[in-house]
Antibody, heavy 119, light 108 residues
Framework: EVQLLESGGGLEQPGGSLRLSCAASGFTFSDYGMSWVRQVPGKGLEWVSSIRGSGGRTNHADSVKGRFTISRDDSQNTLYLQMNSLRAEDTAVYYC????????????WGQGTLVTVTS | EIVMTQSPATLSVSPGERATLSCRASQSVSSKLAWYQQKPGQAPRLLIYGASTRATGIPARFSGSGSGTEFTLTISSLQSEDFAVYYCQHYNNWPPLTFGGGTKVEIK
């Protein structure tokens, strides 16, 4: 059974940093691209970042480019999102998601971790 | 950036009735279109990919159609568990990947 378990969310001040983690199990992690998608409570979904399998190419949304970095440790079956220079508008639930074999859509999602940026 | 527009924002439907949800792309995405269902307090769940292929375990009452810029998700006979928010997402010519704003299907 595919499982994705996020951690690392919490309360941070503007300008601060957080690192989110996503522990994956139930599939060969290195074979799959992975992504982060966020959702402001009560609002829609926003793609944040993606990384190809085996530490390949990364992509970030313009809204986080230069501040967030996606990475992965295939030996630990873990996906990361390093979030620097946090802003109030980064407040959201952050979901870890597995990219499908058939394209950059998301066939499995974690339960999400809430990041709140406030002074 | 490809903008995805969903309509209507809210759809009121009685159980057992058909629901038709629309998604429009600002430029062609071919058939690279996915649909998700999200219930309150839960993560999204993949329903449809490739515009019309049901994901594993998705009931046959869910169907997708369309290509290019116009897409439809149809729920043939709404069950109580289908009342939720539905999102479309393109995966053609990215980054960025973008989602529609969502359609809330509520009980009439």
């Amino acid at each position: 059974e595919v499982q994705l378990l996020e951690s690392g969310g919490g309360l941070e001040q503007p300008g601060g940093s957080l690192r989110l983690s996503c522990a994956a199990s139930g599939f060969t992690f290195s074979d799959y691209g992975m992504s982060w998608v966020r959702q402001v409570p009560g609002k829609g979904l926003e793609w944040v970042s993606s990384i190809r399998g085996s530490g390949g190419r990364t992509n970030h949304a313009d809204s986080v480019k230069g501040r967030f970095t996606i990475s992965r440790d295939d030996s630990q079956n873990t996906l990361y999102l390093q979030m620097n220079s946090l802003r109030a508008e980064d407040t959201a639930v952050y979901y870890c998601a597995r990219n499908s074999w058939f394209g950059e859509f998301f066939d499995y999602w974690g339960q999400g971790t809430l990041v709140t940026v406030t002074s | 950036e490809i903008v995805m527009t969903q309509s209507p924002a809210t759809l009121s439907v009685s159980p057992g009735e058909r629901a038709t949800l629309s998604c429009r792309a600002s430029q062609s995405v071919s058939s690279k279109l996915a649909w998700y269902q999200q219930k309150p307090g839960q993560a999204p769940r993949l329903l449809i990919y490739g515009a019309s292929t049901r994901a594993t375990g998705i009931p046959a009452r869910f169907s997708g159609s369309g290509s290019g810029t116009e897409f439809t998700l149809t729920i043939s006979s709404l069950q109580s568990e289908d009342f939720a928010v539905y999102y479309c997402q393109h995966y053609n010519n990215w980054p960025p990947l973008t989602f529609g704003g969502g359609t809330k299907v509520e009980i009439k």
